[in-house]
């Protein structure tokens, strides 16, 4: 199985602020016929199922806010939050998608300072 | 708009199967993968298995020996049946759509349902 480690365990940001989190997976998930990294970011609130934000390592979902985005290639990976808001307060996981079974990072837990 | 609702027992007892359904509402099931996802609370977010609206499954191999995934398209339904628990299958457990593109990403989630075993 692809291993996903996510960095840092959590992190506390003040409002208005960017942040990165980052991921990186045991095994290379680009695919070089396509150019297409398998990797996705989810974004769980408490009590909440995860919700999807980016695919292909950098396509916002549809209604996700600009303010996030994602970057990287082959195995590591960041997801990018800008102007830090309230409702960002979330755990963050990364998935691959390349090979089965689909595996997700240990999470993220995102804070305010 | 696609929605996702799990529904089972609140309470699985050690040794017995866990039964859980997920009712799909507002899109057809074909042309889709369905998935079950758990997660646990010292765990990450683990795939368990999916299966597609003509019945082809796929499973995890680190529970392949114990999980089976249904459909019933008549009802809107799929199910999962995964035998032999203990208690580290104690876990919210979600059904998920796979993206329409090859089933790589999952954007459609349910609420989930909290499944603890114990006697």
């Known amino acids: 199985d692809i291993v996903m480690t996510q960095s840092p365990d959590s992190l506390a940001v003040s409002l208005g602020e960017r942040t990165t989190i980052n991921c990186k997976s045991s095994q290379n998930v680009l695919l070089p016929s396509n150019n297409r990294n398998y990797l996705a970011w989810y974004q769980q609130k408490p009590g909440q199922p995860p919700k999807l934000l980016i695919y292909w390592a950098s396509t916002r979902e549809s209604g996700v806010p600009d303010r996030f985005s994602g970057s990287g290639s082959g195995t590591d990976f960041t997801l990018t939050i800008s102007n830090l808001q309230a409702e960002d307060v979330a755990v963050y996981y990364c998935?691959?998608?390349?090979?089965?079974?689909?595996?997700f990072g240990q999470g993220t837990k995102l804070e305010i300072k | 708009q696609v929605q996702l609702q799990e529904s089972g027992p609140g309470l699985v007892k050690p040794s017995e199967t866990l039964s859980l359904t997920c009712t799909v509402s507002?899109?057809?099931?074909?042309?889709?993968?369905w998935s079950w996802i758990r997660q646990s609370a010292v765990e990450r977010l683990e795939w368990i298995g999916r299966?597609?609206?003509?019945?082809?499954?796929s499973y995890n191999p680190s529970l392949k020996s114990r999980v089976s995934i249904s459909v019933d398209t008549s009802k809107n339904q799929f199910s999962l049946n995964l035998i032999s628990v203990a208690a580290a299958d104690t876990a919210v457990y979600y059904c998920?759509?796979?993206?329409?593109?090859?089933?790589?990403?999952?954007?459609?989630w349910g609420q989930g349902i909290l499944v603890p075993v114990s006697s």
């Open positions: 998920a759509r796979g993206n329409v593109d090859g089933d790589y990403y999952f954007d459609t």
């Open positions: 507002g899109d057809s099931m074909s042309g889709y993968y």
């Open positions: 299966i597609n609206s003509g019945g082809t499954t």
């Open positions: 998935q691959q998608c390349y090979s089965p079974p689909r595996t």
